[in-house]
């Protein structure tokens, strides 16, 4: 079975600074792809970065960027020039589509409570 | 297209009744999901239906749990004879197919359905 680990329960970075949250998971697929997503408090989760794990170059979208490393399974987020609207939960995900093609769903870590700090 | 819509957002029920979510995915998405959330925790995969098909349930929690997409629209999720321990968030998520060309597979998240259960 997939695991996705999420190492760091909270994290707390200045506005404007940078932050890198971890994630590692586990798999013997080949084909999946691993998502980043937040989730503002009592809000809806959106999602913040994709990888599909068949690319080498790491995805990044304006101040989000990923460090994708598919040998060591690590899937790191940082932010960058933090915004006091990125404070959220940020959940690391997989989901694997060989065989089932997906319908084994998002296998999702336990989360980092992202705190910023005016 | 307003995204994911769930019904409804908070219900509080007593011990050993029965409750039905309804989640109504993106119009064009073929893939549906429900996940459960409790706190502190990410969202753990309950289902899947692509179209009208169920093709994965073994997740659900217990047969008290079911689930249903009758046309391939909207789909509906059950819980009989409520517990404490039923108690949590309900997600839905939906997504495209994952197609030669086109790997835009991410899920959308309704804003999910918060169960009290006392």
């Known amino acids: 079975a997939q695991t996705v680990t999420q190492s760091q329960p909270e994290m707390s970075v200045q506005e404007a600074e940078t932050v890198t949250l971890s994630c590692t998971y586990d798999t013997s697929e080949s084909d999946y792809y691993l998502f980043w997503y937040k989730q503002p408090p009592s809000r809806q989760m959106i999602l913040v970065i994709r990888?599909?794990?068949?690319?080498?170059q790491n995805a990044t979208e304006n101040r989000f960027s990923v460090n994708f490393q598919k040998a060591a399974k690590s899937f790191s987020l940082k932010i960058s020039d933090s915004q006091l609207g990125d404070a959220a939960m940020y959940f690391c995900a997989y989901i694997n589509f060989e065989g089932g093609g997906g319908a084994d769903g998002l296998t999702f870590g336990k989360g980092t409570h992202l705190i910023i700090q005016p | 297209d307003t995204g994911v819509s769930q019904d409804p957002r908070h219900k509080i029920t007593k011990r050993g009744q029965n409750v039905t979510f309804r989640c109504d995915p993106i119009s064009e998405h073929n893939r549906l999901y429900w996940y459960r959330q409790t706190l502190g925790q990410g969202p753990e995969f309950l289902t899947y239906?692509?179209?009208?098909?169920?093709?994965?349930k073994s997740r659900l929690l217990s047969d008290r749990f079911s689930a249903e997409r009758p046309k391939g629209s909207f789909s509906t999720l059950e819980i009989q004879r409520t517990e404490q321990g039923d108690s949590a968030m309900y997600l839905c998520?939906?997504?495209?197919?994952?197609?030669?060309?086109?790997?835009?597979?991410?899920?959308?998240f309704g804003q999910g359905t918060r169960l009290t259960v006392v």
């Open positions: 239906f692509q179209n009208e098909a169920q093709l994965e």
């Open positions: 990888q599909e794990a068949y690319k080498q």
């Open positions: 998520a939906s997504s495209l197919d994952r197609q030669q060309g086109q790997m835009n597979t991410e899920a959308f």
